[in-house]
């Protein structure tokens, strides 16, 4: 059981991949990071001794704080962070305790950089890619939505990561779309992001056979390209849809919904 002050990895499971996230930031010697270059969803690493810039970084946001064992540097950086007004828990049993719960674990050598490109007025990949990786990798990355035969150009131009096109690293994959390639890539293979993979490879790929949810997405995805001109505009409302979808993956997909039972008009 988590200590006063701690969180249990379960819980901060719980936390990953919804609004209510917690800014989540890793303190682990490079001795120790190097002998396991893995982070915690949406981790981000940082020195235990340089305090200033760290708050800079959290911006006043609730903190937990991660260490290899969920030790001294964890207490020592939280207790700081408290020390200055902000919230700040300890993962209890750090980096080990998250490894052995068999928790998903972000390959540190597999997050290329925080700005994106892809093609302009997207619909289904070019919305749940971005989501994932807000919520799960990166969650200050940037997103570019650019004409097509631009693409590569502003990548060479800004040094963006191109994504959901027809070539490059970060594309569809045999059968699995956009969606698929970067769960597996950074290593999210868990049972509620596999049942929304479905959902998306379903409905980007016209398999709706998949999931009976995907019609549903396709119909919402392109009402949401008619709603709003602007990309970035129906990138924002799209988080709103996908962190709907991935808690209903995650919690409620157990639930139905019929008319009041005994009702016999």
Partial sequence: MAAFNEISPANLMRLIGTPQCPAIVDVCIDADFDNDPHLVPTAFRH??????????RIRGRDTVVICQKGAKLSHGVAARLRA??????????????????????????????????????????????????RRFV????????????????????????????????????????????MIDAFGLRHPPLEALATIVRAADTNAHTLSP???GLLAVSVGLSRMFREDNAQLDAGMLLYDALYRWARDGQDENHDWPAGHTS
């Fill in 47 to 56: 020195p235990h001794a340089d305090l200033p810039r760290l708050k800079e």
């Fill in 213 to 215: 949810q995907a019609a």
């Fill in 138 to 181: 990166d969650p200050s990355a940037e997103f570019m939505f650019v004409p097509p035969a631009t693409v590569a150009d502003v990548a060479d131009r800004f040094g963006a990561i191109p994504f959901d096109m027809e070539v490059g690293i970060w594309g569809h994959k045999g059968e699995g779309c956009t969606f698929d390639t």
């Fill in 84 to 133: 200055a007004g902000i919230g700040a828990q300890v993962l209890a049993g750090g980096n080990h305790a998250w490894r052995d719960a068999q928790l998903p674990r972000v390959p540190a050598l597999a997050i290329p950089g925080t700005l994106w490109v892809t093609r302009h007025r997207p619909k289904i990949d070019r919305i749940a890619c971005p989501w994932l990786i």
